[in-house]
C-alpha cells in the first residue's frame, strides 16, 4: 500500500443513495475536524453526488437534515437499468475526476454509484477507499452484491463493519494490509443525531403511540417488481394490520408497482395499514425507536434496529449482514406467509428477538477510518496520539 507524500492530499467523496448520505456525513465532519486540527490544512475533499436518487425527500432532504455541504457536482443521472445508469454515471464522474485530480476517490455501500465510482478511479489509476467493504448475501441475483463483489476487487482501502466481512475478504483474496475491522459508521449518524430524532413529531402526526404499531419497509425488485410476490406479501400485511397498526413509508419504485399491479383498492381496505410519502432519516428511526418491531427488506434497517434493540423480520431469504442475526434482533423471515405471522405472534406475545451491540457500533468509526487515513497518507501525526 502507497504512502503518499504530497504536502496537500485531495479526497473526491462519491454518493448517490440515501444509505451513501447517512454513511458519508459522519466522515465529513471527522475530515473537518482533522483540518481544523492541522493549521498547515493539508486536506481537502470534493463531494459528488450522482443523483442516483434523485427524488427530494430521498436525496435533498436528507443532505440537509444530516448537515451535509452542498455537493461540490451534482451529475443528476437519476433513475434508470442498473446497465445505464452506472454507465452514465461513469461518463459524467470521468471528467470531474480528471479536473480534480484527486489523490483518493471514497466509496460507500453497494449501490451503483458505488461500483460505477470505482470503476472510473481504477481505470484512472486513483486509488480507492470503500467503507463497508465484505458483506456479502452470497445471492448474485441482487444487483448490490455484484457491486460489492467487484468493488472490493477494486478498493485499496477497505473499510469492514463486522467480522463476517473479514472473512469474506480473505477469502477472495484480499490482504489483510489493505482492510480494516472499523465498526459501523451508520450508527455515528444515528447516535450524533439521537437528541434530534427523539424529538421528531412524526408520531404525533400520524397519531402513533409507542409500541402500538410495526414499520415496514419494502422496495427492492425482489420484493415489489413480481405481481405474484408483491400480492401474497400485502396478503401477509393485511393479517398483520387487524393485529397491531403497520406504518409503511413508501418507496417511490414500491409506489410505481402498486399502481401497476392494481393493488390500491386491495391497500386501501386495510384500514390499520398506513401509507405515507417518503420521509426523513430523522422521521424513520424515530418511528423504527418507537415501534413493536420492523419488517423490511432494507440491508440498513437490519443495523439500525440491532442497535436500538428493536425486533426486526427481515422479508428476504439472506442477508448480507449476518451479526445482526448472531447477536443482534434480526430474523430472516423471507415471503412465506406462515412464517411471517408465526414469528410476528410471538413479538405481539413480548418474546422478540433480543439484541447486544456490536463490537465499534459505538459512534467512533468516521473518526477511525479517518485515522486510518491520515496514517497511510502522513496528513496529521499528531493525531494518532490523542
Not at 30 to 45: D, G, P
Not at 89 to 112: A, H, S, T
Not at 125 to 136: D, K, T, W, Y
Not at 267 to 282: D, E, G, Q, V
Request: aromatic share 8%; hydrophobic share 40%; net charge positive.
Amino acid at each position: 500500500m502507497k504512502n503518499f507524500l504530497k504536502k496537500k492530499i485531495k479526497i473526491l467523496t462519491v454518493v448517490g443513495a440515501r444509505p451513501n448520505f447517512i454513511k458519508i456525513a459522519p466522515l465529513i465532519e471527522e475530515l473537518n475536524r482533522l483540518n481544523k486540527l492541522n493549521k498547515l490544512k493539508k486536506l481537502t475533499y470534493k463531494l459528488v453526488h450522482t443523483g442516483q436518487h434523485y427524488d427530494y425527500e430521498m436525496s435533498q432532504v436528507f443532505f440537509q437534515e444530516l448537515k451535509i455541504p452542498k455537493p461540490h457536482y451534482n451529475l443528476g443521472v437519476g433513475s434508470g437499468s442498473h446497465a445505464w445508469q452506472t454507465a452514465k454515471i461513469m461518463e459524467k464522474l470521468e471528467p470531474v475526476i480528471l479536473k480534480e485530480k484527486p489523490d483518493l476517490v471514497i466509496v460507500v455501500g453497494d449501490i451503483n454509484s458505488t461500483l460505477a465510482g470505482a470503476l472510473v478511479a481504477t481505470k484512472l489509476r486513483v486509488p480507492i477507499a470503500h467503507i463497508e467493504s465484505g458483506l456479502r448475501s452470497f445471492d448474485r441475483v441482487m444487483p448490490e452484491e455484484i457491486n460489492r463483489l467487484l468493488t472490493d476487487q477494486l478498493a485499496d482501502y477497505l473499510f469492514v463493519t463486522e467480522p463476517s466481512a473479514i472473512k469474506n475478504l480473505l477469502k477472495e483474496g484480499i490482504s489483510r494490509k489493505n482492510f480494516f475491522y472499523v465498526g459501523n459508521i451508520m450508527i455515528d449518524t444515528l447516535i450524533k443525531l439521537r437528541v434530534k430524532i427523539k424529538k421528531s413529531k412524526i408520531m404525533k402526526q400520524l397519531k402513533l403511540q409507542p409500541q402500538k404499531y410495526a414499520v415496514l419497509t419494502l422496495h427492492r425488485p425482489s420484493s415489489v417488481d413480481d405481481k405474484k410476490t408483491f400480492s401474497k406479501l400485502i396478503s401477509v400485511f393485511n393479517e398483520i394490520q387487524k393485529k397491531i397498526t403497520v406504518v409503511y413509508p413508501i418507496h417511490p419504485r414500491a409506489e410505481k408497482q402498486i399502481k401497476k399491479f392494481g393493488f390500491k383498492k386491495r391497500l386501501k381496505k386495510m384500514k390499520k395499514f398506513i401509507i405515507t410519502p417518503p420521509i426523513s432519516y430523522i422521521e424513520m428511526i424515530k418511528l423504527v425507536m418507537e415501534s413493536k418491531f420492523i419488517m423490511t427488506d432494507s440491508g440498513g434497517l437490519q443495523e439500525e434496529s440491532t442497535f436500538l434493540k428493536i425486533p426486526c423480520l427481515t422479508l428476504r431469504e439472506n442477508t448480507e449482514r449476518p451479526i445482526t442475526l448472531e447477536i443482534g434482533s434480526n430474523l430472516i423471515v423471507g415471503t412465506q406467509k406462515k412464517k411471517i405471522l408465526n414469528e410476528v405472534n410471538k413479538i405481539l406475545a413480548g418474546h422478540g428477538k433480543k439484541s447486544k451491540i456490536p463490537k465499534f457500533w459505538d459512534g467512533k468509526t468516521a473518526r477511525r477510518i479517518v485515522k486510518i487515513l491520515a496514517k497511510y497518507f502522513l496528513i496529521n501525526k499528531q493525531m494518532e496520539k490523542k
